[in-house]
C-alpha cells in the first residue's frame, strides 16, 4: 500500500490539506496528518480545529509522498521546520514525491527544488526564488515535484497525486465517485 504524510501547521489551509487525505484515503493510500506544532491538535486558516495523526517527531518510516498544504502562516512554520526541511530534502534527493499546493511551493523554492523544473503556486508566492518554468496551470508535475495553484485547484490536486501514486485510472475512478467533471 503507497503511504503518504500530509504535514501540518497552524494556520494551514483546511481546504487543501484535508481534500489531499479525503480522496486519496478514498484511493485506498496510507494516509498519515503530521504536526509539526508539538501537539496534535491544530487550528487551521478558517479557525477549524483538526486533530493529526502523530507529530513529526513521531514519525518512524519513510513515506512514498510528502505533501505540504499552504495557507498562512501554516506555510511560514512549514518553512521554518528545520525537521521537515531535512525530510523534505531527503525525499527529494532519493527521487522521491514531494508535492505542495498554494504558497506552500516556496518552501520547495527555498529548499532548491524548483530552479529547474515547470512549478505553479499562488499567485505571487514564487516571485523573487529561483523556478525554471513558472506555469499557470491548475497542477504542475516535473520531475518527482508536484505543484499547484490553491483552494480552487485542491481537488484537480488531489487527483493528481492519486495519477502518480497509483495511476490514471484510479484517479479517474475517485473523480467519478465524487461526481468531479474529467
Known amino acids: 500500500m503507497r503511504s503518504v504524510y500530509v504535514f501540518c501547521a497552524d494556520g494551514f489551509e483546511e481546504v487543501e490539506g484535508l481534500t489531499a487525505v479525503d480522496l486519496l484515503r478514498r484511493a485506498g493510500v496510507s494516509v498519515t ?35 505540504l498544504p499552504g495557507g498562512m502562516p501554516g506555510t511560514n512554520y512549514l518553512r521554518d521546520h528545520e525537521g521537515l526541511a531535512e525530510l523534505l530534502k531527503k525525499q527529494y534527493e532519493a527521487g522521491k514525491w514531494v508535492a505542495a499546493i498554494c504558497a506552500a511551493p516556496s518552501v520547495f523554492g527555498g529548499l ?25 496551470e491548475p497542477v504542475a508535475v516535473d520531475g518527482n515535484v508536484v505543484t499547484s495553484r490553491g483552494v480552487g485547484t485542491a481537488i484537480a490536486f488531489a487527483l493528481k497525486l492519486i495519477e502518480v501514486l497509483i495511476s490514471k485510472e484510479k484517479a479517474d475512478e475517485i473523480a467519478a465517485s465524487i461526481v468531479y467533471p474529467v
Not at 41 to 54: P, Q
Not at 125 to 136: M, R, S
Open 33 to 67: 496528518m503530521v504536526s509539526i506544532m508539538g501537539r496534535t491538535k491544530i487550528t487551521g486558516a478558517r479557525n477549524i480545529s483538526v486533530n493529526t495523526d502523530i507529530l513529526i517527531e513521531d514519525i518512524k518510516e519513510e513515506a512514498d509522498m510528502l505533501v
Open 112 to 136: 532548491g527544488f524548483l530552479k529547474d523544473r515547470k512549478a505553479t503556486s499562488y499567485p505571487g508566492c514564487l516571485d523573487g526564488i529561483p523556478v525554471g518554468e513558472y506555469i499557470e
